[in-house]
């Protein structure tokens, strides 16, 4: 019994950068929470969403990843979707920067925040419209069969996929689903509702076409030896219902959340108000 755990907690490919990272995100968030009140509900989403991470990226999990196409897909959700989408509901911010030590604030986090790199990265990764493109093109670049088989032949471009997968999903998801007006959120209440139905459009389409086909549109999955063995097309069968269904599950329920942030703000007199137009002056009698 405590093998068959063992062989499932240690990682399939060890990262000390990954390790490092997650650690550090989790050391911060604790000391964070116990600093400011932070709701149950909020820490439960973070740490879901923490825990899917580490289960996706460093544990035995991503051995079968790499060898069944249905698998890979699941991973490819829980990093792009569902772990992202829960942790940025928890609104993780506010909680990580006052777990930060003070000097640590003002000699690492206030100058980098400041420096013209950041400024650059962040106003590119959080424009809307290049986070949004992103968001569909890295599920659609990586279903490619030619650039799947480069991903599964190179380690290097198979860690470049799942980060590219994960920090898009962090992009996209951390403007969709703000909680602030427009201004200073990047895009509008409306659009944050509307966004979802615009990007899985393509996944749903994607999806239907890995599901209704009948040759095997992946065989670099044969050729790095396959975890089951049950028919190849099942298999990808069952992934393409994977990008196809839940995938767009995922984004209703991001679509709902950002709705239902949108009448919060309403509710609230927080939207930002048309200008009213002028009444047209009444001419003087003569």
């Given at each position: 019994?405590?093998?068959?755990?063992?062989?499932?907690?240690?990682?399939?490919?060890?990262?000390?950068?990954?390790?490092?990272?997650?650690?550090?995100?989790?050391?911060?968030?604790?000391?964070?929470?116990?600093?400011?009140s932070?709701?149950?509900?909020?820490?439960?989403?973070?740490?879901?969403?923490?825990?899917?991470?580490y289960?996706?990226?460093?544990?035995?999990?991503?051995?079968?990843?790499?060898?069944?196409?249905?698998?890979?897909?699941i991973?490819?959700?829980?990093?792009?979707?569902?772990?992202?989408?829960?942790?940025?509901?928890?609104?993780?911010?506010?909680?990580?920067?006052?777990?930060?030590?003070?000097?640590?604030?003002?000699?690492?986090?206030?100058?980098?925040?400041?420096?013209?790199p950041?400024?650059?990265?962040?106003?590119?990764?959080?424009?809307?419209?290049?986070?949004?493109?992103?968001?569909?093109?890295?599920?659609?670049?990586?279903?490619?069969?030619?650039?799947?088989?480069?991903?599964?032949?190179?380690?290097?471009?198979?860690?470049?996929?799942?980060?590219?997968?994960?920090?898009?999903?962090?992009?996209?998801?951390?403007?969709?689903?703000?909680?602030?007006?427009?201004?200073?959120?990047?895009?509008?209440?409306?659009?944050?509702?509307?966004?979802p139905?615009?990007?899985?459009?393509?996944?749903?389409?994607?999806?239907?076409?890995?599901?209704?086909?009948?040759?095997?549109?992946?065989?670099?999955?044969?050729?790095?030896?396959?975890a089951?063995?049950?028919?190849?097309?099942?298999?990808?069968?069952?992934?393409?219902?994977?990008?196809?269904?839940?995938?767009?599950?995922?984004?209703?329920?991001?679509?709902?959340?950002?709705?239902?942030?949108?009448?919060?703000?309403?509710?609230?007199?927080?939207?930002?108000?048309?200008?009213?137009?002028?009444?047209?002056?009444?001419?003087?009698?003569?």
């Open positions: 019994m405590i093998a068959t755990l063992l062989k499932w907690i240690v990682p399939w490919e060890f990262s000390w950068i990954f390790l490092a990272t997650f650690v550090l995100t989790c050391v911060l968030y604790w000391r964070g929470s116990r600093r400011m932070v709701s149950f509900s909020r820490k439960l989403a973070f740490w879901t969403g923490m825990a899917i991470i289960l996706s990226l460093h544990t035995y999990l991503d051995y079968f990843a790499e060898h069944e196409f249905f698998v890979h897909r991973q490819q959700l829980l990093l792009h979707h569902l772990a992202p989408l829960l942790i940025v509901t928890a609104f993780p911010g506010t909680a990580l920067r006052a777990g930060m030590p003070f000097s640590w604030r003002i000699r690492l986090w206030l100058p980098l925040r400041r420096s013209w950041w400024r650059v990265v962040t106003g590119v990764l959080l424009n809307p419209t290049v986070a949004t493109v992103l968001f569909i093109a890295f599920i659609l670049v990586w279903l490619i069969p030619s650039m799947q088989t480069l991903a599964m032949l190179d380690w290097r471009i198979y860690r470049f996929m799942n980060w590219s997968m994960l920090i898009s999903g962090f992009a996209y998801w951390s403007l969709v689903l703000d909680h602030r007006p427009h201004p200073p959120g990047r895009m509008t209440a409306g659009l944050r509702v509307l966004s139905g615009i990007t899985m459009t393509p996944q749903i389409i994607a999806g239907a076409i890995i599901t209704f086909s009948h040759t095997d549109l992946y065989p670099i999955f044969e050729i790095c030896g396959r089951f063995t049950f028919n190849v097309l099942t298999g990808q069968l069952i992934g393409g219902v994977i990008i196809w269904v839940p995938s767009a599950l995922l984004e209703s329920i991001g679509a709902m959340m950002a709705l239902r942030q949108w009448l919060r703000l309403s509710r609230n007199g927080r939207l930002p108000r048309r200008p009213q137009p002028r009444r047209a002056e009444v001419s003087r009698s003569t």
